[in-house]
Structures are given as structure tokens and as C-alpha cells.
């Protein structure tokens, strides 16, 4: 990998990296009252590292994790140079080429996921970088606290007011269509203050199963899968455009069907249209007749029943349902179908609903109909996601 996404500007939200960078001092006056809280994390990754040599910290304002942190050598990205202090001598701050570090690591730590621009990206590079034996300890928030934190926002300027939401459910996922696999999880600390004997005692007993809802934080650690499969690189892939009265939207694929592999077909079914929808895929396959471009009736029920009949026509290997108004972009359609052939899942589902968005970008009954459909779909297929984008032909 001669790019690493580590290495590269927008590794953080840019909102993240705005706050850090403003609200430096506020920021180290946080870090010194919850000193105690970093020196139980710290404490508990002790005891994962099993005498790690080398050791590797993705931080945001945190890197006070690396001062109780036993290692030979630590290895830090901070989100901003400020939070660079030396808390010990074998700590060193890289900020270019950091795949090379990264390579010769036992154990990595990823304690900035929630600030992070793509962690879907980030951890399938490291999946891919690390050694076969090395260790990846992702340190995220737990539910009720992450719900609590985010009012809290509202009163304290402690954190960035939007932020990745990343439920342990979809972690969870997100971490098998990244190659990785969970060898351990663990929720500790209930309450993030020391108060003599007190703490201790209650920290200890809320990692039993139930209590443990109420801890802070959730510490997973995960190794890489074996590869005893074989993709083959060159799969067809269908994709399956429904459409009703995009007539506007349909001319903007040509640039990416140009781009595109011409193994590809692409499917629109237009369903009952008004306007010169139908016309626009016309003048399209007709402009470009070395690409495999396919129209089909939809039966002018439902977008979903489109979709089904789509799959009736298509050839691929790989489908992929796109929405015609091109709100996703190709190139991170492009990224989950990688994923796919890279790894040993089956079934890829891409969802928007984790990152920040955009003031306005969603009407709140949509977002309550989104969530909706996603329990149903967790129901269905008894894994808990937000969106279902893509599947394997040959999963169904």
C-alpha cells in the first residue's frame, strides 16, 4: 500500500480537527481532571499487550494514554501538534509514512475512531499492513454514555459537537467486512472519578454482564482473519438504477460510466415515469454503445419491486442498488465492493447514517423512517444495520 489514508490530511473530520486546534487549553485542563480516568484505560490495556515491543496510538487530544502504557517503544498520531507532550522518553510522535511504523507493530490502538473521517477505510489499510500476529485495540464509547456525552455537549465544551455515533453493533460488523475478527471485548469503568475504595469496588463489579451497560468505555480487541478463501478479481458486477422521473440525474452517469470497467452492465428500470426519464436512458445507451447498458419496465409499484425485477435481468456476480439521484458517490460504491472481493463477506451494507451530516440534509421523520426499516432489517437478518445498499448474488 504506497498511499496509506494515515498519512493523508483528511484523516480527521475536519470538525474535529477545528476543535482540538481552538480549544487546546480548555482541552489540557479536561485531560488533567480526568487523568484518572485515562490511567484505567491504560491500566486495563496492560493487560492486553502481552509484552508488546512496539506499539502504535491513533489519538485526538488523548495521547496521554501513551504515559502508563508499557512498551518498549510507543508510537503516537496526534490530531494536532499541541497535544504532543513527551510524557515519557520512549514516546515518539510521527506524522508521514506512518504504514512503515505501523508494519513492525505488535499491538495497535485506536482510541480516535469517533474522530476519524473513514474508520471503514483506516481499518481495512491496517488489516492490511499489520503483522499476521499483531493485535488492533479499538477503545470506543458505550451507548448510554455516548447518548449522555452528546447531550452533555450542549452545556460543556469538552468535545466536538458532531462526531462519528458508531453503536457497538455496528462496530461489530464493521470490523468483519474489514478482515478483523473480535478475540475479546470488555466495558469498564462505571464511574470516571476517583473517590477512594469507592471507585474501585463499583468499576470492578459493572464489568459483570448487565451492569455493564452503564460503563464509559468498550475495549475491543481484534486480530486479522485467515484467508483460506479466494476472490476472483475479475467479477462482473450489475448496477441495478431505479428510477422514476430523474430525467435530470440520468445524463450525469455518463462521466462515470466512461470511468467505469466495461465488464459492468448497467441496469435502469424506469417505473412509470412522467417525464422525458425513459428518453434520457435512450440517448445514453445510444452514446455509449461499448458499455452494456440495460433498460427495463419497473412495474410502477414500488421502488423496492423495481429493484426485485432488476435482479431478474441482471448477469453479475456482484449487485449493487443505486439511487439515480447519485447522492452516493462511485468511488465509495467502488470502496464496498473491494471490501468484498477482499475479504471473506459475503454481504456488504453501507449505510450514511454514522457520519455528521449536513444541517437540513435529513427531515427528522426520515431519519426516524430510516432507523425504522433498520430494525427491520436487523430482524430479517439478524444483524444489526442501518442500510441496505449491496449483496452478493450468490449469497441469496
Known amino acids: 500500500m504506497k498511499n496509506s489514508e494515515f498519512s493523508k490530511n483528511n484523516y480527521y473530520l475536519d470538525s474535529s480537527v477545528h476543535f482540538f486546534k481552538l480549544n487546546f487549553q480548555k482541552r489540557l485542563k479536561f485531560l488533567k481532571r480526568k487523568n484518572f480516568l485515562f490511567r484505567e484505560i491504560s491500566n486495563f490495556i496492560n493487560n492486553c499487550i502481552d509484552n508488546s515491543k512496539n506499539i502504535f496510538i491513533f489519538c485526538a487530544g488523548n495521547s496521554i494514554l501513551s504515559k502508563n502504557i508499557n512498551c518498549k517503544n510507543i508510537f503516537v498520531k496526534e490530531i494536532d501538534e499541541n497535544y504532543e507532550v513527551n510524557y515519557k522518553p520512549n514516546v515518539q510522535y510521527v506524522k508521514e509514512k506512518t504504514q512503515n511504523i505501523i ?8 482510541s ?3 474522530h476519524q473521517s473513514n474508520p471503514t477505510s483506516n481499518l481495512l489499510d491496517l488489516s492490511k499492513i499489520i ?3 499483531a493485535k488492533i485495540i479499538v477503545i470506543s464509547r458505550n451507548l448510554v454514555w455516548m447518548i449522555l456525552i452528546k ?4 452545556f460543556f465544551k469538552f468535545s466536538p459537537r458532531k462526531n462519528n455515533f458508531l453503536p457497538s453493533s455496528y462496530l461489530e460488523n464493521l470490523y468483519s ?3 478483523l475478527e473480535i478475540i475479546r471485548s470488555e466495558k469498564i469503568i462505571a464511574i470516571p472519578i476517583y473517590i477512594p475504595f469507592l471507585t474501585n469496588f463499583i468499576n470492578r463489579i459493572f464489568r459483570l454482564p448487565i451492569l455493564n451497560i452503564f460503563c464509559l468505555s468498550n475495549i475491543t480487541i481484534l486480530k486479522k482473519k485467515d484467508k483460506n478463501f479466494s476472490i476472483d478479481e475479475n467479477l ?3 448496477f441495478i438504477i431505479p428510477c422514476k422521473n430523474e430525467e435530470n440525474n440520468i445524463k450525469t452517469f455518463e462521466q462515470e460510466i466512461i470511468e467505469g470497467n466495461q465488464s459492468n452492465e448497467y441496469l435502469f428500470g424506469d417505473d412509470n415515469s412522467t417525464d422525458k426519464t425513459i428518453d434520457e436512458i435512450n440517448k445514453l445507451s445510444e452514446k455509449l454503445k461499448n458499455n452494456k447498458i440495460i433498460k427495463y419496465d419497473g412495474p410502477g409499484v414500488c421502488k423496492s419491486e423495481n429493484v426485485y425485477k432488476g435482479i431478474e435481468y441482471s448477469s453479475g456476480d456482484i449487485i449493487v442498488i443505486y439511487d439515480a439521484d447519485l447522492t452516493v458517490s462511485f468511488k465509495d460504491v467502488e470502496f464496498s465492493i473491494n471490501i468484498l472481493k477482499n ?5 456488504i451494507n453501507c449505510t450514511r447514517m454514522i457520519y455528521p451530516q449536513k444541517d437540513g ?10 432507523s425504522f426499516f433498520a430494525a427491520l432489517f436487523s430482524l430479517l437478518f439478524k444483524k444489526k444495520n442501518n442500510r441496505y445498499v449491496m449483496w452478493n448474488k450468490n449469497f441469496l
Open 236 to 238: 462482473k458486477i450489475s
Open 103 to 110: 508494519s513492525e507493530c505488535d499491538t495497535i490502538i485506536i
Open 177 to 179: 467486512s474489514c478482515n
Open 151 to 154: 447531550l452533555l455537549k450542549f
Open 112 to 114: 480516535d475512531i469517533e
Open 361 to 370: 440534509a435529513m427531515k427528522f421523520t426520515n431519519f426516524i423512517g430510516n
Open 343 to 347: 475479504t471473506n463477506a459475503d454481504f
Open 131 to 133: 503483522k499476521d500476529d
